[in-house]
């Protein structure tokens, strides 16, 4: 089965501070990769989709940037950070076949 | 511009009632996808649905769509409190790899 690793769970980071986070996935090849993030009590927003290494598709300009490094490893990064950066960030992946679209765990980014 | 609304936003009902949350969008697709969220936590995958009048049922829940009419629902049948939770739709645009969600629906089951 498809299983996506994220990490970390939780963040806390000053306004103006890098990040990385980075996601993996095990049980497919050449998956479709997503971030995703959600506000406190809201929906979910496509940031970045990718079909492919170095592929990435940007849905909303904002102060992120993702990267596409290998088959299996989707990275969400940013030079400095905002305020309005804070969220819980979701990374998803879906197999060729599209019949499913599986989460990671997410990490709750919260930006002082 | 691309809309997946889900209606209602809130809903609080009891113990034993019936209910149904709609998902509709304004996009073609024919792959719809249905998940729970618990606070704090990711996405469960609930059901996906991948074609025209495509039904599928687990437990006390079911789900529908209509590709021509945009709409999908998730009835909910003798509500449990265990069901409480937030629920989204989600739509792949056809012809793209992006799936777009709904706004969600917190569903709280009051014993």
């Known amino acids: 089965s498809q299983t996506i690793h994220q990490w970390p769970a939780t963040l806390v980071q000053p306004v103006g501070s890098p990040l990385s986070l980075e996601c993996t996935v095990e049980g497919t090849s050449n998956p479709n990769l997503y971030w995703y993030r959600q506000a406190a009590g809201r929906g979910l927003q496509l940031l970045f989709y990718s079909v492919g290494i170095g592929q990435i598709s940007s849905e909303v300009p904002q102060n992120l940037s993702a990267s596409r490094p290998q088959d299996r490893q989707f990275i969400l990064s940013s030079k400095k950070l905002l305020l309005s950066d804070s969220g819980f960030y979701l990374c998803?992946?879906?197999?060729?076949?599209?019949?499913?679209?599986?989460f990671g765990s997410g990490t709750q980014l919260s930006v002082l | 511009e691309l809309k997946v609304e889900q209606n209602p936003l809130f809903l609080s009902m009891q113990e034993g009632k019936n209910y149904t949350i709609y998902c509709n969008y304004s996009t073609t697709s024919d792959r719809l996808y249905w998940y729970r969220q618990d606070p704090g936590k990711s996405l469960e995958s609930l059901f996906v649905l991948l074609s025209n009048g495509a039904v599928k049922q687990e437990g006390r829940l079911m789900a529908s769509l209509d590709t021509k009419a945009r709409l999908s629902t998730l009835h909910i049948t003798a509500a449990v409190h265990d069901l409480s939770a937030t629920y989204f739709c989600a739509v792949e645009i056809a012809g793209t790899y992006k799936y777009i969600f709904g706004t969600g629906t917190r569903l709280k089951v009051l014993a």
């Open positions: 998803a992946g879906s197999d060729r076949v599209r019949e499913k679209l599986f």
